[in-house]
């Protein structure tokens, strides 16, 4: 560091400034001006968005910078939103070795106005961008071939220069330079979520449309010119495979027309037609997958002595075959064989960006849900079939169940008032068994209790009279817990 330091002995005047600033987690940063008045303790999100350009970080400085930003956003144009650079680099030819500068030309900013620009963000280090990179460049070189005045920039975010030239050696499009101050700009400007994202800028220079990768990965070059009136046209397109799906249109891709039954018996996918299905997508390296597989089993066993006509394919994320041999072991259901190139396809279709996933098939061949995982943790084989109609029953009967319970409870485990509250999954603090649905909680505490344990007669009573006076005095959406 080229800056001073307390010295690390002086721990009173270290413990001191602790408290003095509320120092609650690091890295913290306070930032004082010349008379020592504490202008910001939130210096660590000032400098990370806005770097030596706060300087001097009062709150007049970063007003301004936010006005700019608006101001630029009401007359944007490509150097408006962060191209303030003379340049850009494009590859000119091979990297005989990645030791040598960079083979490149410069194109001015300026050639690129009037053009259909996509901006993209993406590291090689995230998979999706990897998977995502060759569809961008056989979508750019169609557009290119076919003489659209389309052009893509690429804004490096990988954490090393050697990885940037190896990215940009792969690729045929323009590139920031690497490291340049402009990336940090458009990343806060943009208001980046999401790895990869491919923004649209339209020829006038506004921002036609904030993310296409998606549209990209679905419909290829047929997304472009990614206008309003196209994504329309895209959405109604979508509708109609939507009504006309069927098992055989999702789970068929050329001679790959079959899933897998225990020592890899061949089942054809037409004899899976009129039945319920659940694709579950798992691996065994994951630890809520492994947390979920008993609840799951569970529910179909439960499901399967009901109805015969229903059966879960395991969809793999495992890292090889001897995982997926082990993990599927585990399994009384059917399976995609390791490796299956329908994988990937479906894992798009259904947008799966984290497993364990379960994805709800109905008979016709049409997607239910593709919140099957939530409903059968909820709910385990009461569920079933997973139509909206099923678990608006659930929930009347839910309600029916509560009718007659205290609102609010006083119970000796616990110093405060406890409200019955809907919640999702829970952990009661009393008998420590799972519970969900109802819950006696304490939002300050966090500290659940199943009604059965609320409501025993030892050590709970129904406070009628704080009840009357709180009846408004309690908020709560039963979103609190995440997924288990």
Known sequence: MPWLAIPFSDSETRSRLDELFHVRGIPHLALLDETGKVVTEDGVEIVREYGVEGYPFTLARIQELRDQEEEAKRNQSLRYIGLSFPFLQLMSGCLPNLTFPLMSTQVL??????????????????????????QLVEVYEKLKSKGENFEVVMIPLEDDEESFKEELESVPWLSLPYKDKSCEKLIRYLELSALPTLVIIGPDGKT??????????????????????????????????????????????????????????????????????LLYFSAHWCPPCRAFLPKLTDAYHK?????????????????????????????PWLALPYGDSRKAILSRKFKVSGIPMLVAIGSSGRTVTKEARDLVSLYGADAYPFTEERIKEIEAENEETAKGWPEKVIHETHKHELTLTRRRVYYCDGCEDQGHIWSYYCEECDFDLHPKCALEDKGSKDDAKEEEKSKDGWVCDGEVCSKA
């Not at 050639?111 to 990897?130: A, D, I, N, P, R």
């Not at 939507?242 to 891709?253: G, K, P, R």
């Open 303 to 331: 499901i399967k002595a009901k109805d015969n006509e229903f059966d879960v394919i395991f969809i793999s994320s495992d890292r090889d075959q001897a995982s997926f041999d082990g993990y599927f072991a585990e399994m």
């Open 109 to 134: 900013v300026s050639e690129l106005e009037g053009k259909t620009v996509g901006l993209y963000f993406g590291s090689t280090s995230y998979k999706s961008c990897s998977d995502f990179t060759p």
């Open 208 to 277: 036609l449309h904030p993310n296409v990768a998606e549209a990209i990965e679905d419909h290829g070059i047929a997304a472009y010119p990614f206008t309003p009136e196209k994504f329309v046209e895209l959405n109604e397109i979508a509708k109609a495979k939507e009504a006309a799906q069927t098992l055989e249109s999702i789970l068929v891709s050329g001679d790959r027309d079959f899933v897998i039954g225990k020592d890899g018996v061949q089942i054809p996918v037409s004899e899976l037609k009129g039945k319920n299905i």
